[in-house]
Nanobody
């Protein structure tokens, strides 16, 4: 079993940047696809980004393209989400997730482990 812990959320003004981190327990982090999702109050969980086990393949949701970058450091068992040009509509709880499948899927159902989430608030 794996434990995922997000950090790096906070309050930022529109146009600013944040970098989220997700630290994973265990020895097999490098074998798994990792993803980021977000959920605003009263809304469903939205796909943000995913990255392959080696870091060589990435996939982004439409809202993230051109502004966000997912990366990973397997030596540190950590995946990152660099968020630039933030907008008020980016305000949400951001979740890190793991998948045992080798596809960069935006479907939450293929992810079998989730972190507790970290709050990102973007002011206008």
């Amino acid at each position: 079993q794996v434990q995922l812990v997000e950090s790096g959320g906070g309050l930022v003004q529109a146009g600013g940047s944040l970098r989220l981190s997700c630290a994973a327990s265990g020895r097999t982090f490098s074998y798994y696809t990792m993803g980021w999702f977000r959920q605003a109050p009263g809304k469903g969980r939205e796909f943000v980004a995913a990255i392959s086990s080696s870091g060589g393949i990435t996939n982004y949701g439409d809202s993230a393209k051109g502004r966000f970058t997912i990366s990973r450091d397997n030596a540190k068992n950590t995946v990152y989400l660099q968020m630039n040009s933030l907008k008020p509509e980016d305000t949400a709880v951001y979740y890190c997730a793991r998948s045992t499948r080798s596809i960069m899927s935006g479907n939450p159902s293929v992810y079998d482990a989730w972190g507790q989430g970290t709050q990102v608030t973007v002011s206008s």
